[in-house]
């Protein structure tokens, strides 16, 4: 088992930073791909962003177009913790974020944290 706890979530003005981060801890050697996916009210969840993780040695990274340029994913392997740099902030950002987690084989994330409420608003 893998457990994901997530922190950094709040309330910006629009053009604002956040930083979310996510706590790794468990059985985490199975994991081959971490990411952040985010639902809005009446949306539908998406995937915004993953990072491949401590097994590999090169970290390689992906985006969602709708975050690309203004979002970045990065991990800290000493500290098994994630983070996601939210910039230039939107009210479409407007979302409640997951860390999730993938493991080798598997196609889907199977590991979730809680979640943290990220607002954007004036």
């Known amino acids: 088992q893998v457990q994901l706890v997530e922190s950094g979530g709040g309330l910006v003005q629009p053009g604002g930073s956040l930083r979310l981060s996510c706590a790794a801890s468990?059985?985490?050697?199975?994991?081959?791909?971490m990411g952040w996916h985010r639902q809005a009210p009446g949306k539908q969840r998406e995937l915004v962003a993953t990072?491949?993780?401590?097994?590999?040695?090169?970290?390689?990274?992906w985006y969602a177009d709708s975050v690309k340029g203004r979002f970045t994913i990065s991990r800290d392997n000493a500290n098994n913790t994630m983070y996601l740099q939210l910039n230039s902030l939107k009210p479409e950002d407007t979302a409640v974020y997951y860390c999730?987690?993938?493991?080798?084989?598997?196609?889907?994330?199977?590991?979730w944290g809680l979640g943290t409420q990220v607002t954007v608003s004036s």
């Open positions: 990072i491949t993780t401590i097994t590999r040695s090169a970290a390689s990274t």
């Open positions: 999730t987690a993938r493991r080798f084989g598997v196609p889907q994330y199977d590991y």
């Open positions: 468990g059985n985490i050697l199975n994991i081959a791909v």
